[in-house]
């Protein structure tokens, strides 16, 4: 059974870290891009940063842009999203997603890019 399983989320007052978890179950992460992306209630869900299959491509949402970074580790079957600063704003379910059949650079935008998701994990900044 293919899955991916998000961790690390929680309640953080404003200002602290979080790092999120993003496991692969079933196939290996390495050959797909994977996003974050987050739904705040009421809101749509929308992009938040994705790296590109050979890591070497990432970007970022312009509200989260110096604070959070996305990263990769191959051998941990693993990518994280580790989120400095955090704001009230921040808080939302946040969702990894990976997208497959795309070149090492390429960085996909699109929900429809994605093939699998995960459940997502809940992030809540309040003090």
């Known amino acids: 059974q293919l899955s991916l399983v998000e961790s690390g989320g929680g309640l953080v007052q404003p200002g602290g870290s979080l790092r999120l978890s993003c496991a692969a179950s079933g196939f290996t992460l390495e050959d797909y891009a994977i996003g974050w992306f987050r739904q705040a209630p009421g809101k749509e869900r929308e992009g938040v940063s994705c790296?590109?299959?050979?890591?070497?491509?990432?970007n970022y949402e312009a509200s989260v842009k110096g604070r959070f970074t996305i990263s990769r580790d191959n051998a941990k079957n693993t990518v994280y999203l580790q989120m400095n600063s955090l704001k009230p704003e921040d808080t939302a379910v946040y969702y990894c997603?990976?997208?497959?059949?795309?070149?090492?650079?390429?960085?996909?935008?699109?929900?429809?890019?994605?093939?699998?998701w995960g459940q997502g994990t809940q992030v809540t900044v309040s003090s």
């Open positions: 997603a990976a997208a497959g059949g795309y070149s090492g650079s390429y960085l996909p935008s699109n929900f429809w890019e994605y093939d699998y």
């Open positions: 790296i590109s299959r050979s890591g070497g491509n990432t």
